[in-house]
């Protein structure tokens, strides 16, 4: 038999590696470890509340580059949007802005002296009770957050496609019963940036 005619070498050194299994779930993961190290743990929430921990922070870290883009900031948005939604004339008082947007009236008064600065707000006394202060959406101020909101919103539902209509429906139930049941059992229903005060 010529050296031609022999069988290919299979020595171990000499065969392709065998493919690597894929990486487990890190989420379950953790949850394994923590049961492994400490029996007893409930480990149920992992599943849940990790994975919304970091959805939360790629999805803020992407829509923080969307607006980068569009030159405005979050807080910017938030109070241009709160303005628009609420139709013509897009006023609201400073109170009812911050009732609308979950903050502090601190947090408004440098929202929207910020948005006047930048010449997309307006502000005005307020007919009637004192020191009452109006808030107006100027049309520089309509237009940057009518082109913002649509490069947002369609950019987050781009990434909400790798789920059906049916199940983006049911999870969105899913997320609202969760978010009221939780908001009632730590009796505070502020919504702020994720890891803030």
Not at 65 to 88: E, H, K, Y
Not at 103 to 127: F, H, I, K, N, Y
């Amino acid at each position: 038999m010529t050296a031609a005619d022999q069988p290919p070498d299979r020595s171990p050194h000499l065969t392709e590696p065998a493919p690597q299994a894929a990486p487990a779930d890190p989420v379950a993961a953790i949850a394994a470890a923590w049961e492994r190290e400490r029996p007893g743990t409930p480990v149920s929430s992992i599943g849940i509340v990790t994975p919304i921990w970091r959805l939360a922070k790629l999805l803020g870290d992407d829509r923080r580059r969307v607006l980068a883009r569009a030159g405005i900031d979050a807080a910017t948005l938030d109070l241009l949007s709160v303005l628009r939604r609420q139709g013509p004339p897009y006023t609201l008082s400073t109170r009812e802005l911050g009732e609308r947007s979950l903050v502090t009236a601190g947090a408004v008064s440098q929202r929207v002296a910020r948005a006047e600065r930048d010449g997309l707000v307006t502000r005005a006394p307020g007919a009637g009770r004192p020191r009452t202060v109006q808030v107006t959406l100027t049309e520089a101020g309509h237009a940057l957050v009518e082109s913002t909101v649509d490069q947002v919103l369609t950019r987050e539902a781009d990434l909400l496609t790798g789920l059906t209509d049916a199940q983006q429906r049911e999870l969105t139930e899913l997320l609202r019963l969760l978010l009221s049941d939780v908001q009632r059992r730590l009796g505070d229903d502020r919504i702020t940036h994720v890891g803030q005060e």
